[in-house]
């Protein structure tokens, strides 16, 4: 079946850790997402890739990093240098025809991170 | 900055009945529009995609409709299940850089 996977569903990390959340799809997909969804709030983008080897902010890009090594891959790290690092994380793709269009974008199961 | 709102944050009715969720946005330079569900917990399931060239899109029960110019969308639910209670999420389009999203209706549908 193709889709996204991410793992692990649930993480928990003490406070001052790094933590890497791993996003796999096999959809053949060019571009792929970074949202975080805090209760009462809206997804809100941390990072995008449109192709491998480059990647770009989104809103709320500070305290996290990512690298695009691979087309089916997109690991994120929670760094120690964000503030609130507790939220649900979930990890997109979509096809990218290089036009600046937007594609239908598809979802992954998402990640829960718990920093104590 | 794109800006999206959706009205109402909450709805409960009675199974059957049609319903519609409203999804509003402030900048109308958008290639298309997405409608997901989410389930408790778990991530977005792709409902209906319009296209900024399109007024509307089907998909079973649902019907969603796109007005561009004044930055509005709509999703109708048809004849309302139980199963249909989820949170409903819209997310104009602008670019290859990802969507921007609403909070969100929360549906309750009572048996």
């Known amino acids: 079946d193709g889709g996204i996977t991410q793992s692990p569903k649930y993480l928990f990390r003490k406070e001052g850790q790094n933590v890497t959340l791993s996003c796999e799809q096999n959809?053949?997909?060019?571009?792929m997402y970074w949202y975080r969804q805090d209760p009462g709030q809206g997804l809100r983008l941390i990072y995008y890739?449109?192709?491998?080897?480059?990647?770009q902010k989104g809103d709320i890009a500070e305290g996290y990093s990512v690298s695009r090594e691979k087309k089916e891959s997109f690991p994120l790290t929670v760094t120690s240098a964000q503030k609130n690092p507790t939220a649900f994380y979930l990890c997109?793709?979509?096809?990218?025809?290089?036009?600046?269009?937007?594609?239908?974008?598809?979802f992954g199961p998402g990640t829960r991170l718990t920093v104590t | 900055k794109q800006e999206v709102t959706q009205i109402p944050a909450a709805l409960s009715v009675p199974e059957g009945e049609n319903l519609v969720l409203n999804c509003s946005f402030t900048?109308?330079?958008?290639?298309?529009l997405q409608w997901f569900r989410q389930d408790p917990g778990k991530g977005l399931t792709s409902l209906l995609l319009?296209?900024?060239?399109?007024r509307e899109q089907t998909s079973g029960r649902l019907n969603a409709s796109l007005d561009k110019s004044s930055g509005r969308s709509t999703l109708y639910i048809a004849a309302s299940q139980p199963g249909d209670s989820a949170t409903y999420l819209c997310?104009?389009?602008?670019?290859?850089?990802?969507?921007?999203f609403g909070k969100g209706t929360h549906l309750i549908i009572q048996p």
């Open positions: 997310a104009p389009g602008g670019g290859a850089d990802g969507l921007t």
């Open positions: 900048d109308s330079a958008i290639y298309n």
């Open positions: 319009i296209q900024s060239s399109q």
């Open positions: 997109a793709s979509s096809p990218f025809s290089g036009t600046g269009r937007q594609y239908e974008q598809y």
């Open positions: 890739s449109q192709i491998v080897n480059d990647f």
């Open positions: 959809l053949n997909h060019d571009a």
